[in-house]
């Protein structure tokens, strides 16, 4: 694989090559840094997709469970945020270990991976709710509620899949996750 990436920064002189013994020794020290060419679209929808679905659980189960508790909006916002960051983590911790990782290094991964992802998917999506008319107020019974949540995970979506691309593609974020798969 290093003999890949090195032809790959042979062909693609700039600002790269800077960077090429740190890219190397990230491959050594089982770090999981790819080149930029696996930075595609599909490769960040996936890794989107992935991030999407650890935050959509916990969401719904903070909101579920702070109505459901009778909370006001700042403290079921709060474990919805909380909740999204455990489940997110905690799908991708689920396959890293899955590959043989310890525990301690397959959540380094997982923090590796997917923190930014999570935090802008966060501030998309509860940003959308916050400034959406009426849909704080929303309960579970209101179509606004699912709407409002609905169309805010889409924005998030195609707000967080360029991030996605972006770190993939300096081989940070998911990059970092699918060293483990191969």
Known sequence: MEHETHAAHAHHPGPADADHHGHHEGHRAGQGRHPASAATWATAVQATLHCLTGCAIGEVLGMVAGTAFG???LPTMVLAVVLAFVFGYSLTLRGVLRAGVGFRAAFRVALAADTLSIVVMELMDNGV???WPSA?????????????????FALAFMVTTPVNKWMIGRGKGHAVVHAYHH
């Open 136 to 152: 704080m107020d929303a309960t579970l019974g209101d179509a606004l509620f699912w709407i409002s949540l609905a169309v805010s």
């Open 129 to 131: 709710i916050l400034v």
């Open 71 to 73: 909370w006001d909006n």
